[in-house]
């Protein structure tokens, strides 16, 4: 596991709103409790790229959560097109031909992310999709390529974090959405843990969304989940 140096960047605070001026001001009522944020492709396509390159421009990581898959020449001209905007994190799906263009349009320290089996998903839906593996076994699998073709760091659940870790080695990120807080409603999630439970299992980063989004105090609730992951 990669250690940051900021335990505030253990958090990723997914920024699922309709548009910029709310995510300003939810990002303004974080204040300090927040140093990373998501941006997919909701908030991209209302204008939430220029926000990214004003966040960063002002300290903060963004994460582009645009879950790439295509051709393999269309993934690389667009990679290439998004490492100039200066995120750190780009998600792609984690198909092979889809992680290898990724790895070479990758430019300016952009780190790509592969997301193995979305954690809205249980083995029904991935038997639904037309997958003869359980989901563990897909992540595995998917986690095993991702690593022998030089991809960043992995998209998975928390569940499925230790055995991860245990395919990848040390070096390779690991970002675990489908994070709850003890109590807190799961929505379409199926595949969930605590921010604590995930820091034991050896995550990097957690993504919460609604959580903190639907929250009378996101402050608050951010501020929790960074000290739970301690
Ligand atoms: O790539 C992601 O970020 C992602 C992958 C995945 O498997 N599951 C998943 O929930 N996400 C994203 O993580 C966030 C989770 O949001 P909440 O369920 O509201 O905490 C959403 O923005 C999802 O798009």
Same mark, same amino acid.
């Given at each position: ?44 396509? &209302? ?11 002002? =300290? ?17 001209? =667009? ?47 991935? +038997? ?15 986690? +095993? ?12 659940? +928390? ?23 003890? =109590? ?16 034991? +299992? ?24 960074? &000290?739970?992951?301690?």
């Amino acid at each position: 596991m990669s250690e940051t140096t900021d335990p505030r960047d253990r958090l990723i605070v997914a920024l699922d709103v309709p548009g910029v001026a709310e995510a300003e001001a939810l990002i303004d009522r974080l204040g300090d409790a927040a140093t990373f944020y998501k941006i997919g492709y909701r908030l991209a396509y &209302a204008g939430g790229l220029a926000l990214a390159e004003r966040l960063v421009a002002v =300290g903060n990581k963004v994460f582009l959560d645009l879950k790439l898959h295509d051709i393999g020449n269309t993934i690389e001209e =667009g990679v290439r097109a998004v490492s100039g905007l200066g995120a750190t994190f780009l998600t792609v799906h984690a198909y092979p031909q889809t992680m290898r263009a990724a790895v070479k349009g990758r430019g300016h320290g952009l780190k790509i992310l592969a997301v193995t089996v979305l954690t809205s998903y249980d083995d029904a839906d991935a +038997a639904e999709a037309g997958y003869a593996l359980p989901v563990a076994d897909l992540v595995a699998k998917r986690a +095993a390529q991702a690593a022998e073709i030089g991809i960043d760091g992995l998209v998975c659940s +928390a569940a499925e974090a230790a055995g991860v870790r245990r395919i990848v080695g040390p070096d390779r990120l690991i970002v675990t959405p489908g994070i709850r807080p003890a =109590g807190a409603e799961a929505g379409d999630q199926k595949r969930v843990m605590t921010p604590g439970d995930a820091r034991r +299992a050896g995550i990097d980063h957690v993504v919460v969304g609604r959580p903190i989004t639907g929250a009378a105090d996101p402050r608050a609730v951010a501020r929790a989940i960074v &000290a739970e992951m301690a």
